[in-house]
Nanobody
């Protein structure tokens, strides 16, 4: 059975850094595009970053571009989100998506038919 497990909730000071991880099992990891999404209080879910199967296409949301870095280690079945220069507005629940229905390009992302596997979510709180 597919399992997607994210790192635990974390509180970080503004200006600091944090790395989230997402470990998947029960699937062929390198067959799936994947990404990070977030839901902040009072806001709709937004795309943070996404990466293609081999990492040749990477997307970043405007709010995080230049501060966050998405990467994947296919040998370890792990997706990462490195977050630097964190801001209070980055406070949100971050969701990992392992989805073969996810299409990724540098200009954006879209969903097509396929299996989408979500992590349980990670609460990230940034304080000033």
């Amino acid at each position: 059975q597919v399992q997607v497990v994210q790192s635990g909730e974390t509180t970080v000071q503004a200006g600091g850094s944090l790395r989230l991880s997402c470990v998947a099992s029960g699937l062929a990891f390198d067959d799936f595009p994947m990404g990070w999404f977030r839901r902040a209080p009072g806001k709709n879910r937004e795309g943070v970053a996404a990466i293609s199967k081999i990492g040749d296409e990477i997307y970043y949301g405007r709010a995080v571009k230049g501060r966050f870095t998405i990467s994947r280690d296919n040998a370890k079945n792990t997706l990462y989100l490195q977050m630097d220069s964190l801001e209070v507005d980055d406070t949100a629940v971050y969701l990992c998506l392992i989805g073969d229905g996810l299409s990724v390009s540098s200009g954006g992302y879209s969903f097509t038919a396929g299996n989408n596997h979500w992590g349980q979510g990670t609460q990230v709180t940034v304080i000033s």
